[in-house]
């Protein structure tokens, strides 16, 4: 373990021009997988409901829009059938009501802006 909790940056001029390729290394190498940011325990603790009208056709999840206005992102994990665990490997905005995906288990859970998750609803897409 690298024992950090996230990064902070002083000036965001090499990241605006690249310098060096930071963006691209950043992109492919530090964080090249999506993620959430830590869940805020101290400030709130409350899950918001589990998405609704979950469905799965021809390689494309849909599910109803946040009617409660406390969604921030939409979570999307597929399950790795080998070692049967979870992976995160979307994070959608709050308006997303679909997405494409290939064939697989996944799990789409919403998420609040103290970032607080659902529980999962889980979908076959085939």
Do not use: C, H
């Not at 995906?101 to 889980?122: H, K």
């Amino acid at each position: 373990d690298r024992l950090s909790l996230g990064n902070i940056m002083f000036s965001m001029k090499p990241f605006r021009d690249n310098v060096s390729g930071v963006v691209d290394i950043f992109k492919s190498e530090v964080y090249s997988r999506p993620a959430l940011p830590p869940v805020m325990t101290w400030l709130n603790t409350q899950i918001p409901d589990a998405p609704t009208g979950v469905q799965a056709d021809e390689g494309e999840i849909t599910w109803d829009s946040d009617q409660s206005g406390v969604v921030r992102a939409w979570s999307l994990y597929q399950k790795d059938l080998e070692d049967n665990t979870w992976e995160i490997v979307k994070v959608l905005g709050y308006e997303t009501t679909s997405v494409r995906v290939e064939a697989g288990t996944y799990l789409l859970r919403a998420a609040d802006r103290m970032g607080n998750e659902s529980t999962g609803v889980i979908v076959q897409v085939s």
